[in-house]
């Protein structure tokens, strides 16, 4: 604001009630009336700054990410659909061999159809020769992390080993699974032994 | 004068603008951070992550300083399974003393498979690698499958319960 602005003003706009020479205390209060708004705008978009970027670190938290438990319905579907593929894959007899073969070709991807074809082929000939039964039960399943399409579960495993004319015997196993969702069912990808 | 009337009116929509903007940012955040999933979902990895902890930390004894180690025990457990750890405290260190056996345990692999928020308790499952070190003999590695219980305190999470899952016998 120039002094010539303020001179001329009074000529203006006669009306106002502003004094002819605009004293110190009315100019300070202009001043004012620019500057603080200003200041207020400025804090405000500052505020407003800092609580987007507090919002968005709070949907982005790991924790948010991951549906384990939080999802209800995709967690209990994930653990059914994977304990129902880990005993129908890890049981087999001389009878149910194919069988059991044909589900691993559903329901394993990847690493973990190759890994398990391997294993198959080494107990494949004692299976036949020696009347070798495997199965497997599930008894305690957890899901550690759940996204979109893909899980990471832990399974803890009861396997059975029978041959024929011996006494079966029970032996804990454990698996950390990693599962894909492919056309609305979940698969195996990858298994690791604990 | 001129310049308080021309500037005026864009102040007035800044300042509107800007209070609007920040008080929609503070309700966006109050809704974030107020959301039931979340919450749930952090109180399921602060459980998950007490369980890791707390798991190893029960696996785990230095056969030379089990007075410390049964402390850290207990430290790390709560309601029942730490009376239970009090009440067998004398028994315990003298069974350990003798043996002087150092075990250390590192949970492989962990989840939670309950979680009520509200009580706050949880069931955890956990995967333990133990390498055990006798006073004399050759060191080994044991493998343990657990399912603890926790609960929550002024501390954190701490486990009420830790059970062996064995096979079942046929």
């Known amino acids: 604001m120039t002094d010539e602005a303020e001179a001329r003003l009074p000529e203006q706009h006669p009306g106002e009630p502003e004094p002819e020479a605009a004293p110190a205390p009315a100019r300070r209060w202009r001043r004012w009336s620019t500057l603080a708004p200003s200041l207020l705008s400025a804090v405000l978009l500052l505020a407003s700054t800092l609580l987007t970027v507090l919002t968005a670190g709070l949907h982005d938290s790991p924790a948010a990410g991951n549906k384990a438990l939080t999802d209800t319905a995709a967690t209990d579907r994930v653990t059914g659909e994977i304990r129902s593929a880990l005993g129908r894959i890890l049981s087999y007899s001389p009878d149910s061999l194919a069988a059991t073969e ?8 990847g690493q973990a159809a190759k890994e398990y074809d391997a294993l198959l082929a080494s107990v494949r000939q004692r299976v036949t020769d020696q009347g070798l039964t495997l199965t497997t039960q599930v008894v305690r399943i957890g899901v550690s992390h759940l996204s979109g399409d893909t899980a990471r579960l832990l399974a803890f495993l009861d396997q059975t080993t029978r041959r024929d004319g011996e006494k079966a015997t029970a032996v804990p196993a454990q698996l950390s699974v990693t599962a ?6 979940w698969r195996i990808t990858k298994l690791k032994a604990r | 004068m001129r310049t308080r009337i021309a500037s005026a009116p864009g102040l007035v929509l800044v300042l509107v603008v800007s209070t609007l903007f920040c008080a929609f940012s503070l309700w966006a955040y109050v809704r974030a951070d107020g959301d039931g999933d979340l919450s749930y979902a952090r109180a399921r990895d602060d459980a998950l992550g007490a369980a890791r902890t707390h798991v190893a930390r029960l696996s785990s004894m230095d056969g030379t300083h089990v007075a410390e180690g049964l402390r850290k025990w207990r430290e790390s457990a709560t309601g029942p399974l730490r009376d239970e750890l009090e009440r067998t405290r004398g028994k315990s260190a003298e069974v350990l003393k003798e043996e002087g056996t150092t075990t250390r345990g590192t949970v492989t692999d962990a989840a939670v498979t309950q979680l009520d928020e509200r ?39 701490r486990l009420t319960s830790l059970q062996a899952v064995p096979a079942k016998a046929n």
């Open chain 2, 119 to 157: 009580a706050g308790t949880a069931k955890v499952i956990a995967m333990v690698r133990v390498a055990v070190e006798p006073r004399r003999g050759e060191a080994t590695t044991d493998r343990k499958r657990f399912e603890a219980g926790l609960a929550r305190t002024a501390d954190g999470w």
């Open chain 1, 102 to 109: 044909r589900d691993a070709k559903t329901l394993l991807r």
């Open chain 1, 180 to 185: 894909e969702l492919d056309g609305g069912h």
